[in-house]
């Protein structure tokens, strides 16, 4: 079955750095979009990355561009997303998903309905 494991969050500093790491099994991960997505303590799902299947192309929401990068590894079948910057409002868990369709934007990704699998998510906390 389709697995997804995340992992790399933790505590840091304000301006620090993280990079999230997510190990993907039981399907074609190569020839799949990605995504990132985050839900913050009370807040909704919030959409922040895609990646399409071979990586060449990347989607952010406004409010990560520039600070966060996504990227993937389809021989190891592992996506990746660094986080620079960071601010307390960067606070949530960190969930990888593999989305239902290749539409991207909050749009398309703010229910997890829009996804067929996600990881159990890893916490992100920043603060000084």
């Known amino acids: 079955q389709v697995q997804l494991v995340e992992s790399g969050g933790g505590l840091v500093r304000p301006g620090g750095s993280l990079r999230l790491s997510c190990a993907a099994s039981g399907f074609a991960f190569s020839k799949n979009f990605m995504s990132w997505v985050r839900q913050a303590p009370g807040k909704g799902l919030e959409w922040v990355s895609d990646?399409?299947?071979?990586?060449?192309?990347?989607y952010y929401a406004d409010s990560v561009q520039g600070r966060f990068t996504i990227s993937r590894d389809n021989a190891k079948n592992t996506l990746y997303l660094q986080m620079n910057s960071l601010t307390p409002e960067h606070t949530a868990v960190y969930y990888c998903?593999?989305?239902?369709?290749?539409?991207?934007?909050?749009?398309?990704?703010?229910?997890?309905?829009?996804?067929?699998?996600w990881g159990q998510g890893t916490q992100v906390t920043v603060s000084s």
């Open positions: 998903a593999h989305p239902t369709s290749q539409r991207v934007g909050q749009a398309f990704r703010s229910r997890w309905a829009d996804f067929t699998a």
């Open positions: 990646i399409n299947s071979g990586g060449g192309s990347t």
